[in-house]
């Protein structure tokens, strides 16, 4: 008799546990994930909350995303109007095979010959060429285009419902030689007001965890920003690490960043940041 309560309790336990379980928030059942910081809205239609297609600024088809915005004048005029020195600030840095890249990827560059031809003609012409090896994304200074992220609303393995900017899926983009939709090359020149924030600078903030957990918590910076305005962001990371292979592998913060963060968090986000 003790032996069937004994087995009697261990299915009960294993019952409420499976059921405890079924209720967790992760890749296999995102739809407990509702209340999560990542999302948006009341439903879960998505592992990120509401749909986001189509877009309810520029409407369904449209592969420019914000870069609509610059295509209309009073956004240019206005941030040609706010220059007053013209001085010109260089955002890139230099490509080298020490620069921080994500992963194993390099950036391997050769100049074959010196020069690589010549000479040819009456003027004697000599040039250099270039051979170069690498990945162009996540490799030093680099721009994601609106096909880079996406996020499985259905199987994972279904390319159908592997759904990115607008609503566009795997399967709509799919090409071998370059994507058939969402393009970098469907993006519109970019002219507008840059507006700085120098996290690094404003509070002293000593590691890249700690920057992420006061941007995370700091969506008053949005005051003030319009939508056509470019926000940049400088976050210290050139300077303290400067050594190859630093590059982040993960996106957000996470319960081991906050605990790492914990000891300055109160400094790095306080009252008198309301004020700026």
Same mark, same amino acid.
């Not at 592969?63 to 260089?90: D, I």
């Not at 840095?93 to 194993?104: A, E, H, K, Q, V």
């Not at 170069?132 to 393995?157: R, Y």
């Not at 058939?180 to 690094?200: Q, Y």
């Given at each position: 008799?003790?032996?069937?309560?004994?087995?009697?309790?261990?299915?009960?336990?294993?019952?409420?546990?499976?059921?405890?379980?079924?209720?967790?928030?992760?890749?296999?059942?995102?739809?407990?994930?509702?209340?999560?910081?990542?999302?948006?809205?009341?439903?879960?239609? !998505?592992?990120?909350?509401?749909?986001?297609?189509?877009?309810?600024?520029?409407?369904?088809?449209?592969?420019?995303?914000?870069?609509?915005?610059?295509?209309?004048?009073?956004?240019?005029?206005?941030?040609?109007?706010?220059?007053?020195?013209?001085?010109? &600030?260089?955002?890139?840095?230099? &490509? !080298?095979?020490?620069?921080?890249?994500?992963?194993?990827?390099?950036?391997?560059?050769?100049?074959?010959?010196?020069? !690589?031809?010549?000479?040819?003609?009456?003027?004697?012409?000599?040039?250099?060429?270039?051979?170069?090896?690498?990945?162009?994304?996540?490799?030093? !200074?680099?721009?994601?285009?609106?096909?880079?992220?996406?996020?499985?609303?259905?199987?994972?393995?279904?390319?159908?419902?592997?759904?990115? &900017?607008?609503?566009?899926?795997?399967?709509?983009?799919?090409?071998?030689?370059?994507?058939?939709?969402?393009?970098?090359?469907?993006?519109?020149?970019?002219?507008?007001?840059?507006?700085?924030?120098?996290?690094?600078?404003?509070?002293?903030?000593?590691?890249?965890?700690?920057?992420?957990?006061?941007?995370?918590?700091?969506?008053?910076?949005?005051?003030?920003?319009?939508?056509?305005?470019?926000?940049?962001?400088?976050?210290?990371?050139?300077?303290?690490?400067?050594?190859?292979?630093?590059?982040?592998?993960?996106?957000?913060?996470?319960?081991?960043?906050?605990?790492?963060?914990?000891?300055?968090?109160?400094?790095?986000?306080?009252?008198?940041?309301?004020?700026?």
């Amino acid at each position: 008799m003790m032996r069937f309560k004994q087995c009697a309790a261990l299915v009960i336990a294993s019952l409420v546990g499976g059921a405890a379980l079924a209720q967790d928030c992760s890749d296999k059942n995102w739809k407990a994930c509702k209340g999560k910081p990542w999302v948006i809205g009341n439903s879960m239609d !998505t592992p990120l909350g509401d749909k986001w297609w189509p877009n309810k600024l520029w409407g369904a088809g449209d592969e420019a995303g914000s870069t609509n915005w610059y295509k209309k004048p009073e956004v240019v005029q206005r941030a040609l109007s706010e220059a007053k020195t013209g001085k010109v &600030y260089r955002l890139g840095r230099p &490509y !080298t095979s020490t620069m921080p890249t994500f992963g194993d990827r390099k950036f391997v560059l050769r100049i074959p010959g010196g020069p !690589t031809g010549g000479p040819f003609g009456a003027n004697v012409l000599v040039y250099n060429d270039e051979f170069l090896a690498t990945e162009i994304g996540q490799v030093g !200074t680099q721009f994601d285009g609106l096909a880079h992220i996406g996020v499985a609303v259905g199987s994972t393995a279904d390319k159908a419902e592997m759904r990115f &900017y607008n609503g566009f899926t795997q399967a709509e983009m799919d090409g071998s030689t370059g994507l058939k939709k969402l393009g970098i090359e469907k993006l519109h020149p970019i002219n507008a007001r840059g507006i700085l924030i120098d996290v690094a600078g404003l509070k002293g903030v000593e590691d890249h965890v700690a920057a992420r957990v006061f941007l995370r918590d700091a969506n008053r910076i949005r005051a003030g920003v319009d939508h056509p305005d470019i926000g940049t962001l400088r976050l210290g990371l050139q300077e303290r690490r400067p050594v190859r292979r630093r590059h982040a592998h993960r996106v957000g913060v996470g319960a081991q960043d906050e605990a790492r963060a914990r000891g300055q968090r109160n400094r790095v986000v306080d009252a008198s940041d309301r004020q700026h």
